[in-house]
Structures are given as structure tokens and as C-alpha cells.
């Protein structure tokens, strides 16, 4: 037990009186390896085309002929029609002669072509090559290794050494 005691005293006050160095030193490298890896990226670009659309002229002609056929329609169905179906007829004359006034008001429309733009994003996948360097030295007979973008000539290393 005393012993113990004595040692754990010395070492106490061994470690009192310790000091403390600490330099940076420079280290040559023995060897730099090429490390590369490929990284697809997702590029975006845009596609572009000029495309020809219809372009039909609006005009009142189709509301003239709309009128004009339900008038008429309207007309020739109260003649059809005969007792209490004579308002049902007449009502559906009117209906089936504003949409056949509108379909031939449009059939005389004027039709007209102009030049659209369009486009979209399109993707392209790209494949880069990233390089680096694995830099390798020996201090104090341990290897460290050290990555870089470039080849290095030497490594700074800090020592520390307590006495």
C-alpha cells in the first residue's frame, strides 16, 4: 500500500514539473494517389418550336344567325304543333333553328393562321468527373494521409511533445 501511494506522490509531482513543446513541421509526401468519382447531374435546357394555330375571326355573325334560326324555328314549330303540344313545339323549333342559325353563321366565318411560340423544359443528364488527391507521408514512423485538389508536396503537421 505504501508503495502504491509512493508511486502515485511521484507521479504526481513528476507531472508538475513536465513541459510542454508544441512546433508545426512540414512533411514531405512519398506518394499522391488520383481518387475520381463520377456524379451524374440533371441539367435543364429549353426546347423551342414555332407551331401554326387556327385562328378563327369572331364576329356578330354567328349571334345574327343564332336569332335568325330560332325565329324561324319558333315559327315553323307553332305551325307544326297543334293543342297543348303547340307550345312544346314551338319552344323546340326555336332551340333546333338557333342551333342550326349558329352552325351555318359559322361555316361562313373567315379562318386565319398565325405562328405560335412554344416551348418546354427538357433534362439532359451529364456525367462529371470530380478529382481529388490522397496524399500520403510518414511521421515519426505513422502513415497520415491527406486529401487535396491537387498533388501536394508537403503536409504540415503539428508535434506536440511533453517531457
Not at 514531405?28 to 418550336?49: L, Q
Not at 343564332?66 to 324561324?72: E, P, S
Amino acid at each position: 500500500m505504501k508503495k502504491i501511494a509512493l508511486l502515485l506522490s511521484m507521479a504526481l509531482v513528476g507531472s508538475l514539473y513536465a513541459e510542454v513543446i508544441t512546433f508545426t513541421k512540414r512533411v514531405p509526401v512519398y506518394k499522391s494517389v488520383e481518387v475520381s468519382r463520377h456524379v451524374t447531374r440533371r441539367v435543364p435546357y429549353e426546347e423551342c418550336w414555332e407551331e401554326e394555330v387556327p385562328v378563327y375571326e369572331n364576329s356578330n355573325d354567328e349571334t345574327v344567325g343564332a336569332i335568325i334560326g330560332g325565329a324561324a324555328g319558333g315559327v315553323l314549330g307553332h305551325q307544326i304543333g297543334g293543342g297543348s303540344g303547340k307550345t312544346a313545339a314551338t319552344v323546340g323549333g326555336a332551340i333546333i333553328g338557333t342551333l342550326i342559325g349558329k352552325n351555318l353563321a359559322n361555316k361562313g366565318s373567315h379562318r386565319d393562321y398565325r405562328v405560335v411560340r412554344r416551348c418546354r423544359t427538357r433534362y439532359k443528364e451529364t456525367g462529371e468527373r470530380i478529382i481529388e488527391y490522397k496524399n500520403y507521408a510518414k511521421v515519426m514512423g505513422h502513415q497520415i494521409v491527406r486529401y487535396s485538389d491537387r498533388p501536394l508536396r508537403h503536409i504540415r503537421v503539428r508535434v506536440t511533445v511533453e517531457y
